[in-house]
């Protein structure tokens, strides 16, 4: 099964040592699995537990301490697993697998991963700290139920897709003609600013939660230099948002500043100082030397 081993790849990691067998799950809150993880249940669901051949749709967020380094959330859809024969060889000693096996749909658990229960200790965890997989497990589906799912998924995100590209136009339109008031003073009355000398204007407030620091958050984007007025980036010519946890550093201070402010479902124009960007180097060739910038940004519901 190569499925785990791509996705254990996207951390830096490779195959985990072999193991034998699993437990039955009890009632226990914790327990230790035939491959020596401990596994712990916060939510228990309902249902049995997937066999081979089903496929499972899960959340997986892989975490060392407080810091996050695989986020399934930040994906436009929920993945899906193919759960194999429990004797296949390369799913032997894997804990995500040892986990699917014990849970049914709505479960929620961590399953703990010591540095020498690892092949490569990579992130040097020893003995005593460990690599947690925190999992969710939202339903089980058979291979034709799987299939049906997988092409109605396809569809929709293509026309989604297709919607947001036919925006494209209409967005630089309407971020142009921000940027020129902006710069003209005429919504000089309606620009916040922070204490950091990031600046932003609120086209329409969301009413969804405000995103908390290490969520997830996908956000439709449109780039401009400030001072050549010329688009660099934006998210309608792929038609796909970006997908970003925020306040860990994946994107520029700024935009972790702003959607630390917005609530979901908000659209807002954000101006972003040079040293909340790319700083004194900026990043050539795309964005020059202490470039301040302009985003149209919509935070997805």
Not at 226 to 255: H, K, P, Y
């Amino acid at each position: 099964m190569n499925t785990i081993v791509k996705l254990l790849s996207a951390t830096g990691f490779m195959a985990l040592m072999a193991c034998n067998g699993l437990p039955d799950r009890g009632g226990d809150e914790v327990i230790t699995t035939e491959g020596g993880f401990e596994m712990e249940w916060h939510k228990h669901g309902s249902g049995v537990e997937p066999e081979p051949g089903q496929f499972v749709y899960y959340s997986l967020v892989a975490t060392i301490n407080d810091s996050i380094i695989f986020d399934s959330r930040l994906r436009p859809d929920i993945p899906a697993m193919e759960l194999p024969d429990l004797d296949d060889p390369q799913t032997q000693g894997e804990p995500i697998f040892d986990a699917f096996r014990l849970m049914v749909p709505g479960d929620s658990v961590t399953i703990r991963q010591r540095g020498d229960q690892m092949v490569i200790d990579q992130f040097n965890l020893g003995a005593e700290n460990t690599l947690d997989w925190n999992l969710i497990i939202h339903e089980i589906l058979d291979q034709a139920e799987h299939m049906d799912r997988q092409m109605a998924t396809q569809e929709k995100m293509r026309q989604e897709m297709t919607a947001v590209i036919e925006r494209e136009e209409s967005v630089a339109e309407l971020a142009a003609q921000v940027l020129k008031e902006f710069k003209s003073g005429a919504i000089a009355d309606e620009v916040i600013e922070t204490q950091s000398g990031l600046k932003y204007v609120i086209h329409t407030e969301g009413s969804g939660d405000n995103i908390q620091r290490g969520q997830a958050a996908r956000v439709h984007y449109y780039g401009l230099l400030i001072e050549e007025e010329t688009m660099f980036d934006n998210s309608f010519r792929r038609g796909q948002a970006l997908d970003l946890n925020v306040g860990t550093g994946m994107v520029i201070q700024g935009w972790d500043e702003a959607l630390l402010i917005f609530p979901k479902g908000t659209k807002a124009t954000v101006f972003i100082p040079y040293h909340l960007a790319y700083g004194e180097a900026g990043s050539p060739p795309t964005i020059p030397a202490r470039s301040d910038l302009m985003f149209y940004m919509e935070v997805q519901e």
